[in-house]
């Protein structure tokens, strides 16, 4: 039998994950076993970027495409700082359990879970915002937050506001709870409640054909909105983003969620994916050809088969290649997808032009691109923690106790009374499990009163070190930095000097903009246009002097108050940056519009001739941008799953039955 060719473009989460599938997967039954590679057969990766894989394949920047794990002095065994996708949510294996189940099992079976750490939010962040310092935890009624809220809104964080949005369709007793009634949610979900008169919206309307920044907007008002938007911390939270989504987008951010990251680095997981490529190649004699700085040009089926142009980096506009194969993963976002539709669709020649029906046009639209961009420092001291001598006027809160199932196996395991645990486990007002609590005395306090009695010493301490978490804030601001986010020192060498990384500006939306004027500094000329600048693929690229000033400055003022000079901020060791709206991705992640059946999407734009009346062709989209769990490397990871096992008859990887990778139609 001739030997068949798949050829993957894009060597991100969802492009690695597509060839590790093809090579690792397991035929759902013997009917279509021929479409699984075998013997003699090539997969293909292409990928515009060069990342450093392993020293067979070194490159330019740690590989995940918008996952971008950055070392001090690039030393793999110093402290690190993530400067694009940064964590996952984990799953403990439960049936039931909440998570990114494709990312831990993936993890797992990778043999890397032993690198995966606790990577939580805190549970009292600092605010510095319209000028006012604050933490959460101080905000009420004698110290609001400085915004005139309808309904003494200011009296409650920020984030309160997104239950009173959602409370338009969901109450305590209602609404989706799991990630199927989610998918139902989305295409059907209507305002239930009764509206005043004076709402734009009305009881009965369905809420995918309602923008997010509208209803919150008409929910909100003005101020209530402006207090959310600035104090959440992500601008692209209170965009108009379709609103069925966007409830199911925000409630991620609730307390309770069980974060993880992994010691080496995030972008780990994808060297890790890519070796486990090359060695399942060469254990089933599968000829594995990768192709760095190499990008998809065009693409057109002609006759059932898939021919397709490249273009290399340095003239990324010019052929390159003329090639065929039987199946094409565009393993890339929206913005990647558009550069490949641009040159297609000025071939004059025979063929299919998939990508430029406008059909599948109308769907690819159907993703918000959002741009991102992300400034790490490193520094000498940890100036910016509540535990150090001298700590700043306003530090952050970094340490919380939070109990997980594994604290109480743990606990267990260290002779702490069963019947406590159990009692823990099934404590429900206040709730224990997942909760995360600031003090050690507020923590103690709800334990106690669980279990009906006090705990030993030796109890008590047991408790502590055990749920004790390190967290990682973050800080929120109205300022261009918008969070900052503490990794301290995570160096795996422990016996060298001590470094410490945050995270200044983590920002996204129109603050973008704000930076790309810092770059160059006051005496610069732009020489490259945006349009071709390559950043993102060429790795963190320094800061100026201008720009790191500009960070002191907003960080003291977060730190230690308004009026501070920006020398209470000490001169950072290194500084760098990652403007993810620069091509080939120009957005660090997306969301849906309104006016979209999510589920159809999700279901038609992963075959994209399905949109096309009596056309069949073998391209497919796998990636984020299309995905349930947009912005997440388990939306990517879910999308490859779907497109594998529905197209290609590849058992699936865990059960759908309570975890739908993508939405039905």
Request: hydrophobic share 30%; aromatic share 12%.
């Amino acid at each position: 039998m001739k030997s068949k060719t798949y050829s993957i473009f894009g060597a991100g989460a969802s492009g690695l994950y597509t060839a590790w599938r093809l090579l690792s997967g397991k035929p759902l039954n013997a009917k279509e076993k021929n479409k699984l590679l075998k013997k003699g057969d090539i997969l293909e990766l292409y990928d515009w970027g060069k990342y450093d894989f392993s020293k067979s394949n070194s490159g330019t920047r740690e590989p995940g495409a918008r996952v971008c794990t950055w070392h001090y002095k690039d030393d793999p065994k110093a402290s690190y700082l993530e400067l694009g996708g940064m964590r996952y949510s984990f799953w403990d294996g439960s049936p039931n359990g909440e998570g990114h189940r494709l990312v831990t099992k993936t993890i797992e079976l990778l043999g890397i879970n032993k690198y995966a750490v606790p990577f939580n939010e805190g549970s009292d962040p600092l605010l510095c915002l319209r000028g006012k310092n604050m933490y959460t935890s101080e905000i009420n009624s004698n110290s609001p937050a400085p915004y005139n809220v309808n309904g003494y809104g200011a009296d409650l964080g920020p984030d309160d506001a997104y239950g009173k949005i959602e409370s338009v369709a969901i109450t305590e007793d209602s609404g989706p709870s799991t990630r199927r009634e989610w998918c139902h949610f989305y295409q059907n979900g209507k305002i239930t409640a009764r509206m005043s008169e004076n709402s734009i919206f009305q009881k009965g309307d369905y809420l995918k054909d309602i923008g997010y920044w509208n209803l919150a907007y008409d929910q909100l008002g003005q101020e209530g909105f402006s207090y959310t938007a600035d104090g959440n911390g992500y601008s692209s939270n209170m965009v108009n983003s379709n609103s069925a989504q966007s409830f199911s987008v925000n409630d991620e951010f609730t307390p309770g969620t069980q974060y993880k990251t992994l010691t080496k680095g995030f972008s780990f997981m994808f060297t890790a994916l890519f070796n486990e490529v090359v060695k399942l190649a060469k254990k089933y004699n599968i000829k594995f050809k990768y192709h760095p700085d190499v990008r998809l040009r065009s693409i057109l089926d002609i006759k059932g088969t898939i021919h397709y142009t490249t273009a290399h980096r340095n003239s990324p506009d010019k052929l390159h290649t003329e090639s065929t194969t039987n199946a094409a993963f565009l393993a890339m976002p929206r913005g990647s997808i558009e550069y490949v539709a641009q040159a297609t669709r000025y071939y004059d020649g025979p063929g299919l032009d998939v990508l430029n029906h406008e059909k599948v046009q109308l769907y690819l639209e159907s993703a918000i691109m959002q741009p991102s961009y992300k400034i790490g420092m490193f520094f000498e001291t940890p100036w910016w923690r509540d535990d150090i001598e001298n700590p700043p006027k306003y530090p952050a809160k970094l340490t919380s106790y939070f109990v997980t199932s594994e604290v109480l196996h743990s606990l267990k395991n260290k002779g702490f009374p069963a019947k406590y645990i159990r009692a823990i486990a099934k404590y429900e007002t206040p709730k224990i499990i997942n909760t995360a609590y600031s003090t050690k005395v507020e923590f103690l306090s709800v334990v106690e009163h669980c279990i009906n009695t006090r705990l030993t010493y030796k109890q008590e301490q047991q408790l502590l070190t055990t749920a004790e978490l390190d967290t990682i804030g973050p800080s929120a601001t109205d300022m261009p930095i918008r969070q900052v986010v503490y990794f301290g020192d995570n160096a795996l060498n422990k016996k060298g000097k001590k470094v410490y990384g945050i995270l200044a500006s983590y920002d996204d939306m129109q603050y973008t903009t704000f930076w790309k004027a810092l770059e160059l500094g006051p005496n610069g000329t732009r020489k490259i246009p945006e349009s071709r600048d390559y950043q993102t693929l060429q790795g963190p690229r320094k800061a100026t002097p201008v720009m790191v000033k500009m960070l002191r400055q907003q960080l003291a003022a977060v730190h230690f108050g308004p009026q501070a000079e920006y020398t209470a901020v000490p001169e950072p060791l290194e500084t760098r940056y990652m403007d993810w709206s620069l091509p080939p991705f120009n957005a660090g992640y997306h969301a849906y519009k309104s006016h979209y059946n999510m589920g159809d999407v999700q279901q038609k734009i992963r075959k994209p001739s399905q949109l096309i009346k009596g056309k069949n062709a073998n391209i497919f989209i796998v990636g984020e941008t299309y995905s349930n769990d947009q912005a997440w490397v388990e939306g990517a990871y879910c999308t490859s799953e779907s497109v594998l096992n529905d197209f290609f008859n590849i058992k699936p990887l865990i059960s759908e039955k309570n975890y739908p990778f993508i939405c039905p139609a």
